[in-house]
């Protein structure tokens, strides 16, 4: 009855996100449409994330439910895939699970060889890891309603090994892709009424290309993809510290329609606790980088990620947390508790031994200072006027317009004129921890 009807749901990172658009497109050239209701579907994928054991609990909750629909409906076929799906395949594939298919994040164009050997009733995995597959052949089809902001991964895996993470492992070697396929990808999406995209890589600053006839690095290719049009808007994210270059940070500064936010994931601030993460910087490195961003783009903003209770972290340890934080005053940030995950360094090398009820102290203390900067950094933008790309309807209010300024900051705001995919000049009047609250100007951009 629903044949060739594929419902695609996506945990985790940005990156899977934009996995997700690439499955979609290869599998809606082989008839599939896409639904939005998972009770429509012949087939459901689950694109997955294991960065915490929560994000993998998530997973198994949602398969449980969604198993039930094969009652219903017994021709249905469920898949997992994305960093789940490498890691923990052999549990995936056990038959009261009720998957159909696994896929890792590199083996996607066998989904529909995977599909076809499932017809008879056979389970189909393929895990297999790849040093090439960058999927830049491949034009993904665009699943974010608001047709407004677009993601384009330009390279694939991490090979940083940070101590605690399990990106390595799920998906593989570092891969650049090919700078035209992104130039024409970014020149394609503008063309088609795209006002913003964002570059995508675990670590964007070590993109690097080489072949016989080229070789580009990370800032090069940001300068060629802000040089597409002055009104598309670019994004890229994320940042590792060891790699951020002043000529990086020039390059944003040179470019109007390159957004002035940095996210900068700093995990700790004390240097045995980096040291032991593997992250290859010191504090005062870090500390360095942020001075350089302040010094030559004093407009952006700097988010970061941090995380509490990683292993052997002393209360000192996480004092210099705190101290890091006050003496940068990030505008934003993602913040977590340390979640053990198998096979990394960390899991192998160092025990998990700060107790759950210390980490989550530790976190709430760094929550509750990282809200109190992120409330002082909206603040101080009561007064001034941004210009804001239009997302569409707020949240909270159907009658209220929300969008982002170039510092990445959330502004709500009352509609005059202004409409979806549309820069408006917004005026701040007000805001909270979490979001900027303004007026529309009459003033045509
Ligand atoms: N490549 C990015 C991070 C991707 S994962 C970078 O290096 O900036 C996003 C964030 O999840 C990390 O920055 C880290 O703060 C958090 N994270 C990763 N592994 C974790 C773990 N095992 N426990 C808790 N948080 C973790
Ligand atoms: Fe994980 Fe570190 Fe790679 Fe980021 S840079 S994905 S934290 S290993
Ligand atoms: Fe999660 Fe994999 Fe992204 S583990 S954060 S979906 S790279």
């Known amino acids: 009855m629903f044949e060739n009807r594929l419902f695609i749901e996506t945990y985790g990172c940005q990156m899977n996100f934009s996995d997700s658009e690439i499955v979609a497109s290869i599998l809606s050239s082989e008839g599939y449409s896409l639904v939005n209701d998972p009770h429509q579907a012949s087939l459901i994928l689950i694109n997955t994330c294991s960065i915490r054991e929560k994000a993998e609990e998530r997973v198994w909750k949602r398969l449980r439910e969604l198993k039930s629909l094969k009652k219903k409906n017994p021709e249905l076929k469920i898949g997992i895939i994305g960093c789940m799906a490498e890691r923990l395949y052999e549990e995936l594939l056990f038959a009261g699970h009720g998957v ?6 590199d083996a996607y164009r066998f989904l529909p060889e995977l599909l076809s050997n499932t017809l008879q009733g056979a389970q189909a995995a393929n895990i297999q890891l790849s040093f090439e597959e960058t999927y830049e052949d491949i034009e993904p089809l665009r699943l974010d309603p608001s047709g407004v902001s677009a993601f384009i991964s330009i390279m694939r895996g991490c090979e940083n090994f940070c101590a605690y993470c399990v990106v390595p492992l799920t998906r593989g070697k570092e891969r650049s892709r090919h700078p035209e396929t992104i130039l024409n990808e970014a020149r394609n999406l503008f063309q088609r ?3 913003e995209i964002t570059l995508l890589g675990q670590n964007v600053n070590s993109y690097y290309f080489k072949n016989a006839h080229l ?3 990370f800032s090069d290719l940001l300068a060629k993809v802000a040089e597409i049009h002055p009104s598309l808007r670019v994004r890229f994210t994320t940042s590792h510290p060891k790699d951020l270059s002043d000529k990086l940070i020039s390059t944003i500064a040179s470019y109007p329609n390159i957004c002035k936010s940095v996210h900068l994931a700093v995990q700790s601030g004390s240097d045995a606790i980096l040291k032991r993460m593997n992250r290859k910087y010191t504090r005062n490195e870090f500390l360095d980088r942020v001075r350089s961003i302040r010094k030559m783009i004093p407009e952006s903003t700097i988010s970061t990620d941090i995380i509490a209770g990683f292993c052997g972290e002393t209360e000192e340890d996480h004092r210099q947390t705190l101290s890091l934080m006050e003496e940068v005053g990030f505008d934003s940030a993602f913040m977590f508790r340390y979640s053990e995950r ?3 360094l960390a899991a192998r090398k160092y025990p998990d031994d700060v107790p759950s009820e ?3 102290r530790r976190l709430q203390e760094i929550i509750d200072l990282q809200h109190w900067h992120s409330l002082r950094s909206n603040r101080q933008d009561i007064g001034k006027t941004f ?4 997302e569409g309807s707020s949240k909270r209010s159907r009658a209220m317009l929300s969008g982002r300024n170039s510092q990445n900051k959330m502004v709500v705001f009352e509609p005059k004129k202004a409409t979806r995919g549309q820069y408006v000049r917004v005026r701040i009047t007000g805001c909270t921890q979490a979001t900027l609250i ?3 100007m009459e003033d045509d951009l």
Not at 100 to 105: C, K, N, Y
Not at 387 to 390: A, G, K, N, S
Request: a negative charge; charged letters at 20%.
């Open 387 to 390: 210009e804001v790309l239009v």
């Open 100 to 105: 159909d298919l696994v896929a890792g994040p």
């Open 438 to 440: 303004g007026e529309e």
């Open 342 to 344: 198998p096979g990394t």
């Open 193 to 195: 009424g795209y006002p």
């Open 215 to 217: 070789s580009m690095n």
């Open 358 to 360: 210390v980490k989550a």
